[in-house]
């Protein structure tokens, strides 16, 4: 993992980016979450080991070191543990992303805010706030899980940064969204459209004493503290990508690096029935919006795909490594949403 990453931020380096929202330490406890492929396992052990060397292969030994990339823990807290139907989106009523995590503070520590650790122990310079709630309250808007164990008790030094719009999920009041969240903890808000309002309700609520100077400053200089150790406060180096680079980028060596992460990664899956090996002569269906899709295979923080129609280069879809593995005398057949042909309903493997 610490090599994966490595790779990852050289990469990034490479497009003059110089932080990562990454390593995701949830750990997904229901596979019907949409995002239990963005964390590692199933089990806090595993999550502890591969988030803390994310976090080192990330940001090396020195995070002003040219090749780094700024490390992001997320989301904080729990965002793996909600419940089925908890989702109160309307898109989404009955679902588990952005639901409730409804479990003791005891279960919280020893599965969900395991990964956070060994993370901070590690020093990674940021960590994400998720937009789910741990017993109904929205976790940017939780002062005892962003304030009280994460910055004191855990003694994380980086800063916290706002899920994307995740302040506007608090309340229906967005001056109180505001208030609440920097009171919480938050330090640097992302958001869209909103931040003229962000602005000036955040320079009211200082003025009056709403969000206390004491909470300004200390975002103001967890923000300073990363930024200065990643030596983008010095005048005396640019902060653009060094073009020398590029020439790794997508290289032999790197995509080697990705062929042991699937090596070692597969899992195994008993052959009842023997059903392996397929017939020469089987019939496979492929089945599904993922199957044919360099977009989905990259999850949502996807660099390669379709544009305007046409598949870039540097890719192998499920579809396309099944019809170049299967025998000749094989029938491979697709289906975008998952119907198959009438003849596949009868045949035999």
Not at 17 to 31: M, R, T, Y
Not at 216 to 228: E, G, H, P, S, Y
Not at 278 to 298: P, Q, T
Request: proline fraction near 4%; charge should be neutral.
């Amino acid at each position: 993992m610490e090599k994966i990453e490595r790779v990852t931020a050289e990469e990034v380096r490479a497009t003059g980016i110089n932080w990562v929202f990454s390593p995701c330490v949830a750990v997904p406890q229901d596979e019907r979450w949409g995002r239990t492929y963005e964390g590692y396992s199933e089990d806090p052990a595993l999550v502890k080991e591969l988030g803390a060397a994310a976090v080192r292969g990330f940001q090396g030994t020195n995070l002003s070191d040219p090749l780094s990339v700024l490390g992001c823990a997320k989301h904080f807290a729990g965002d793996g543990g909600t419940s089925f139907g908890s989702a109160d989106m309307d898109e989404n009523p009955t679902g588990l992303d952005q639901g409730n995590t409804q479990v003791d503070e005891a279960t919280l520590r020893r599965i969900h805010l395991a990964g956070y650790v060994p993370a901070v122990q590690a020093g990674v310079g940021t960590i994400m706030p998720s937009y789910s709630s741990w017993n109904r309250v929205k976790c940017s808007a939780s002062k005892h899980l962003l304030t009280d164990i994460l910055k004191h008790e855990m003694g994380f030094e980086g800063f916290l940064i706002s899920d994307y719009n995740a302040i506007d999920q608090i309340s229906p009041n967005y001056k109180k969204d505001v208030a609440i969240s920097i009171n919480a903890g938050i330090d640097m808000v992302m958001l869209t459209e909103k931040y003229p309002e962000l602005f000036s309700d955040l320079q009211q609520l200082a003025s009056d004493g709403s969000i206390p100077m004491t909470r300004i400053d200390d975002a103001v200089t967890r923000i300073l503290r990363v930024k200065f150790a990643m030596g983008l406060m010095d005048k005396n180096r640019s902060p653009l990508a060094d073009r020398g680079l590029q020439k790794a980028f997508g290289s032999a060596a790197h995509r080697e690096v990705a062929r042991q992460a699937v090596r070692e990664s597969l899992v195994l899956l008993k052959n009842d029935h023997n059903i392996l090996p397929l017939k020469k002569s089987a019939k496979i269906h492929v089945a599904g919006r993922g199957a044919d899709s360099l977009e989905c295979s990259a999850a949502d923080g996807r660099a390669t795909g379709r544009e305007n129609g046409q598949r870039r280069p540097g890719g192998t879809t499920i579809l396309a490594a099944i019809k170049a593995t299967a025998s000749n005398n094989a029938s491979v057949t697709f289906s975008l949403d998952g119907t198959a042909p009438r003849a596949l309903m009868s045949a035999s493997w």
